[in-house]
Each structure stands twice: as structure tokens, then as C-alpha cells.
């Protein structure tokens, strides 16, 4: 579908502000919600002060994250920056977690919705400027957004295709299942369809997301289930797809016929985010992740051999209940074993409604801070030694955009996932480039062209 903007819809429409928190999903549906509003005939305002509806696309996976959204609109309404004309239109997960009772929580709330109901925001601002009553929808059938959502808009060089909304998984400690609600793949052929929109639109990386890409079962034309490994083939043997990641891939599902497409596909990015969540097999079977500590040594000895410069990172959480010492000097074993790259470590926060949540908080918030304090400085330690072991290498960049701190240089992504950054011209944008790797900084690679 065209986007064409009718001037007098745009008047009566006026500006929108999307603010966006949380994971690539999230970044998707906010990335929809301007295709919708735009085609809606509202117009996106870059700034909150002033616009006429703010978009809010929420994370309820920690509780940090939850009160993160409270704290804003508490901070622009002290500003001024939104006031009792604006209209706050409240989505994402938290949306769907606390449905009304955001209502109450803040007042300035006129509509809530929720991941599955994103398409039907501007009925939901049209319903609400006509009666001026709170909006709450927060619940639609399976993939409804997907169809009823219009033709994706331009992503820039690297774009992100959701793949599955929802989770089935119920690790007792996540939210994610009650937010986004159960697992369900998109049809193939809609994702392909996304592709090759992207790539006209001078896309070279594709992104897919989904909370376990790995469980994949999409439906092909002739109504056949199509797993995910099925998907990466497809997906790679579109013209103009230079690299392919994907967000998240649970040990749990990681089957042989995946690593297959790895070993295959060179377009597949050289890095793979794999959380573990824990290195002890105790804490694993609480968690309800159905993997062990060893069954995750096996998967990613399988995995360096079919791709021996494979990075792979990680997602951990401390001090969930009962954590002994003994089961946190286990991840450490883990980590120092599989040596993680760049991976993110959290505190365990209880998610009200999770099975987790009934088991007594009884690690001590001292010794969960000093658990990942020292896990945290050896990842960093790890990944800084992939970081030196870059120097003097000639990496592919896809060369995202201008360094923010310097706009002579241009700041682009290697396979690996790092942040390299080079002088070089505006002109390169949005395409690969090979350079070679001069000097490693904290979180960047300096590098000059070649
Ligand atoms: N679907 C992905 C994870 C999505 S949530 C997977 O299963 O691998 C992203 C990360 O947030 C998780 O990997 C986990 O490490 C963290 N997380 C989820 N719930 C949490 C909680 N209650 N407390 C702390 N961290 C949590
Ligand atoms: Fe949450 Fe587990 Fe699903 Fe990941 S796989 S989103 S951690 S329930
Ligand atoms: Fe957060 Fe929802 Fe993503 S809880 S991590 S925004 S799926």
C-alpha cells in the first residue's frame, strides 16, 4: 500500500511522539505504529513537547524496566512538556500486563494497548477523542496485526522483521508469555514479502525477531509447516540480503538442522545470541529452561565447529530464589568454558503472576549486587579479549550511519556485532565496506578503509 498523506487529515490529525523501551519487538511495533500513524495522516514530531498524541511502547520484563515509563511521563509533565490536551496512549507490554490499571497508576492515561493490538491505535485515538472515556484493548487474535498493519516503511541499512509474536515457553521467572501471549509464527510468505520490501528499500541486513526463533513453524503457501532453518534458506536466497541476524535463540530448540544452516549460509552474521540464564543445573530446572549446563557445552562445541569464528553471547540472571553460592560458582564455570562474548547479565526481579513469583526472594540483595558485579567483570574481561584479538584484521562493515561523536566518521557494525567506526564519506552509508581494525576502545574498534 502507497502512504499517501491527505494534508486535511493531517490538520485534523496532528503530531504523534512514539517512545519506545525494552527489546527489538518493541522496536518493530514502534517502527509500524509511524507506518500507521503516517498513514493515518498524523505526522511524527521527534520531540514529546508539544505533540498532539504520545505513543508509549513499554518492557515489563524487570521491574526497573516497568517503572522506567512511569518516571517519564512524570518527568515531562513536570516539564510541561505534556499536559491535559495531550493524549497518552499507553502500549507495549506493561500495556497488556496492567491493562486498567494503569489507569489508576497515572491518570494522564487515555488509551492502553498492547503488543497484539498496536493496528488498532488510531481507532482507539479516534474513539477516544470522541467520547474523551479511557480506551483499554488490549487483547486480539493471534497474527491480526500483522495484516491489518500497512506496507513497512524505510528501515535504513539493517532491518528488523518480527518473525513470531508471544512466548509458550513459561520459564517460571518471565512475563513475556502473559504480555505478548502465546506463541504464533507468521506465514512465510508474509515474511518473505517483508524481505524483499526492506532490500528495495536499501536494506542489507534482515533482522529476525521472535522470543524463541528457534520453534519457528511458520505456514508455507501450500499450507506446510516451514521451521525455522527452512526460513533462514529462504531468507538468504533473496537478492540483496548480505547478512542475516537473529533475536533470540533458546538452547532449548537449537536443533541440528539449524546449525546445518548456519555451516551453509555465509550470510548468516558471525554472532549468535544464545541465553543460558544460569550455569546451575538446580537453578535451570527451577527456571524451567529444559537444557542442562552440559547439554549448553555440547550445543555451542557443535556450534564452533560447523562455524569456528562463531561469537556467541549471553543472557544471565542472578540471585534467582535459592541461588546457592555453589550454583553461582557454576555459571561462573560456565562462562569461563564458553567464554561469552558481549552478553548482558541481570538481578532476578519477581514479575507478579509468574510461577517464580510464589517462591520466597531469599538470596539477599547484598550478595545478588556482589554476584553479578564479579560476573559482570568477567564477561567484560572476555569480550575485551575478542575485542584485541580484532586488531590488525580486515572485518566487512555494513556501514550504518555518522558517529554520534564525531560526524567525520561514520559508525558501522562488523559480523561480529561490534561497533567500528571509521572516517570516511556520507555516500557509504547503507552499504558494506571492508576495513581494518586499528586500535580497540572501550565499546568501539577504530578502523581505517582499505
Ligand atoms: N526469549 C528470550 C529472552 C527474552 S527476555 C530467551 O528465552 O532466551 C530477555 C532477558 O531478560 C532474558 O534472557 C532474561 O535473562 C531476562 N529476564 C527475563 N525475566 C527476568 C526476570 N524476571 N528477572 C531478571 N531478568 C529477567
Ligand atoms: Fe521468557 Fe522463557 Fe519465553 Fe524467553 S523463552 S520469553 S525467557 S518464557
Ligand atoms: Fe520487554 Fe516485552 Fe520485550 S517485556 S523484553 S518488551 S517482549
Known amino acids: 500500500m502507497n502512504i499517501v498523506i491527505d494534508q486535511d487529515l493531517m490538520i485534523q490529525n496532528g503530531t504523534f511522539h512514539v517512545a519506545v523501551w525494552g527489546c527489538q519487538m518493541n522496536v518493530y511495533d514502534a517502527d509500524r505504529i509511524r507506518d500507521l500513524l503516517t498513514a493515518a495522516g498524523y505526522v511524527e514530531s521527534r520531540e514529546p513537547q508539544n505533540a498532539d498524541v504520545i505513543v508509549l511502547i513499554t518492557c515489563a520484563v524487570r521491574a526497573k ?4 515509563v512511569f518516571n517519564q511521563l512524570a518527568n515531562w509533565r513536570s516539564k510541561g512538556f505534556i499536559n491535559e490536551n495531550t493524549i497518552i496512549a499507553f502500549g507495549g507490554c506493561v500495556g497488556s500486563e496492567l491493562a486498567e490499571e494503569i489507569i489508576k497508576l497515572d491518570k494522564s492515561v487515555n488509551i492502553v494497548f498492547g503488543p497484539r493490538t498496536t493496528h488498532r491505535l488510531p481507532q482507539l485515538i479516534g474513539q477516544y477523542r470522541q467520547t ?25 541499512p539493517s532491518a528488523f522483521i518480527t518473525i513470531m509474536e508471544g512466548c509458550s515457553n513459561m520459564c517460571t521467572y518471565c512475563i513475556v508469555p502473559y504480555t505478548r501471549g502465546k506463541e504464533d509464527s507468521r506465514a512465510l510468505q508474509d515474511i518473505l514479502d517483508e524481505v524483499v520490501t526492506h532490500v528495495a528499500n536499501g536494506a542489507k541486513e534482515i533482522h529476525l525477531l521472535g522470543q524463541n526463533v528457534n520453534s519457528y513453524r511458520g505456514l508455507s503457501n501450500e499450507g506446510d509447516i516451514v521451521r525455522f532453518s527452512s526460513l533462514l534458506y529462504e531468507v538468504a536466497a533473496i537478492d540483496g540480503v548480505e547478512r542475516i541476524r537473529f533475536t533470540t535463540s533458546n538452547p532449548m530448540e537449537f536443533t541440528d538442522d539449524i546449525i546445518q544452516a548456519i555451516k551453509d549460509l555465509p550470510v548468516i552474521a558471525d554472532s ?28 555451542v562445541a557443535k556450534l564452533r565447529e560447523a562455524r569456528p569464528n562463531i561469537y556467541i553471547s549471553t543472557d544471565i540472571i542472578v540471585g534467582f530464589p535459592n541461588e546457592s553460592d555453589e550454583d553461582f560458582e557454576e555459571t561462573m564455570r560456565l562462562v569461563n568454558d564458553v567464554e561469552f562474548d558481549q552478553s548482558f547479565s541481570f538481578i532476578y526481579s519477581i514479575r507478579n503472576g509468574t510461577p517464580a513469583a510464589s517462591l520466597e526472594d531469599n538470596v539477599s540483595a547484598e550478595v545478588k549486587k556482589q554476584r553479578l558485579y564479579r560476573l559482570q567483570a568477567r564477561l567484560e574481561e572476555l569480550s575485551n579479549v575478542y575485542s584485541q584479538r ?10 550504518e550511519g555518522l558517529s554520534k561523536k564525531d560526524s567525520r566518521e561514520l559508525k558501522a557494525r562488523a559480523s561480529n556485532n561490534r561497533i567500528v567506526v571509521f572516517e570516511g564519506d556520507p ?3 547503507g552499504t558494506m565496506v571492508d576495513v581494518k581494525i586499528e586500535k580497540v576502545m572501550a565499546h568501539t574498534l577504530k578502523a581505517v578503509m582499505i
Open 65 to 68: 524496566a516497568e517503572d522506567k
Open 132 to 156: 474523551h472515556e479511557a480506551v483499554i484493548d488490549v487483547t486480539a487474535d493471534a497474527l491480526e496485526k500483522f495484516d491489518a498493519l500497512p506496507d513497512q516503511g524505510i528501515r535504513g
Open 272 to 299: 549468535i545470541h544464545i541465553p543460558v540464564q544460569s550455569g546451575s543445573d538446580n537453578i535451570l530446572s527451577k527456571m524451567r529452561r529444559n537444557y542442562t549446563s552440559d547439554s549448553y557445552r555440547e550445543l
Open 390 to 399: 580484532m586488531l590488525g584484521t580486515t572485518q566487512r562493515v555494513l556501514v
Open 427 to 429: 555516500s557509504l552509508i
